[in-house]
Structure formats: C-alpha cells, structure tokens
C-alpha cells in the first residue's frame, strides 16, 4: 500500500510539471535607450554628446581646458588636453564628434571623461565633502540645440556647478547657465562658491 501511494505521488508532481512546462526564464542582453538612462541615472552619471563643424574645421589644433572657481576666483587651469602632442590628433574632418561623462565619487571627486573617436581623456578633481552632493552638469545652450563656436580662440561649453540659492533658499541651476553672462563672472551675480567650466580651444 505504502508503495502504491508513493507512486501516486510520484505520476501526481509528474503531471503536475507537466502542466506547468509554459513557464519560463529569458535573459535579454540588448540595453534600450531607457534602460541607459536608468543605469546612468542610478550611478549618478551625466552624459552629453557634442559635434562641432564647420568647412574651416580640418586640420586645425584644439585643446580641452578645465578652470576651476571658488568664490569667484580663478584657482587652477588644467588643460586637459592639447591635439598638438601629436599629428595624430589634429583634426582631419569637417567635424569633431565628442562626448563628456561626469560624475561625482563618494570620495568628493569631480570626475569627467571625453570621449572622442578612438581615444579618450579623463581627470578627477577634489571638493569639499559638504559640496559633492550639490554639483550638477549644465550646458551653455538654453533651450537651443546649436550655439555658435569661434574657431580663432576658447569657447566655454559646460559648467559643474553648484547652485546659486535664491532669498528664498530654493536653488537654481538653469538660471545661472542660462544668463548669458561671461563665465567666469558667475559669481559676480550669482555667488556660486564653486564651479567648472570647460572649454575647447582652436589654433
């Protein structure tokens, strides 16, 4: 008896799992726009994608120069990269397809990375541990997708910054990269006590 009720048993999770054979585990490795964007988002990333261009592109020599302000004062200059190193660098096109990743480490470091075609630059910059959760990535373009460049000399693009905080203590980033004031001046205005700005520079 005992055995014949084991047997039951057995052609009872048999049939069972027989009925239950739809069911099933996929993995998807293929990683859409949105996904991206969660990814980024989680690791506190931000990503932008630049082209430059122009006829009097080619052949021209450019440098990637980072300033550094506290309390409206110009504190350092790091250029971070200049094409002139090598031959190899100079642009041979009528574009320059760039892109720049930033992100702020738990170790209070300002880290940003441009990416070009084939090669990339990184630094890392030190703030204050009470700073690092106040930067954020902006851009020089307002609402517009096209600024003008001028190919004889520097040409601020992005700022990291902090923000500037209003009378009523609510705090304004767009506000700032959006005046259209020189910036190197944000703080005559504004009073941001510390900020990045990023250049490309053409010779």
Request: glycine share 4%.
């Amino acid at each position: 008896m005992k055995k014949q009720t084991a047997l039951l048993a057995c052609v009872l999770c048999t049939l069972i799992a027989a009925g239950q054979s739809n069911a099933s585990i996929e993995i998807k490795h293929s990683v859409s726009a949105n996904d991206l964007q969660n990814i980024l988002y989680f690791e506190g990333i931000s990503h932008e994608k630049f082209n430059i261009k122009s006829n009097k592109l080619k052949g021209k020599d450019y440098q990637l120069v980072i300033k550094e302000f506290r309390e409206g004062k110009l504190v350092k200059v790091d250029t971070m990269f200049n094409s002139r190193e090598d031959e190899y660098f100079r642009i041979k096109e009528d574009s320059l397809p760039f892109a720049v990743l930033t992100k702020m480490s738990d170790l209070s470091e300002f880290k940003i990375q441009v990416q070009f075609n084939g090669f990339s630059v990184s630094r890392k910059y030190k703030v204050l541990p009470a700073e690092k959760d106040k930067f954020a990535l902006k851009t020089f373009f307002g609402p517009k997708l096209e600024m003008p460049i001028n190919l004889q000399g520097s040409n601020y693009f992005l700022a990291y910054m902090m923000p500037y905080v209003r009378k009523d203590k609510s705090e304004a980033y767009c506000e700032v990269a959006q005046s259209g004031l020189d910036p190197e001046k944000l703080y005559e205005k504004y009073k941001i006590p510390h900020y990045f700005l990023v250049a490309i520079n053409f010779n």
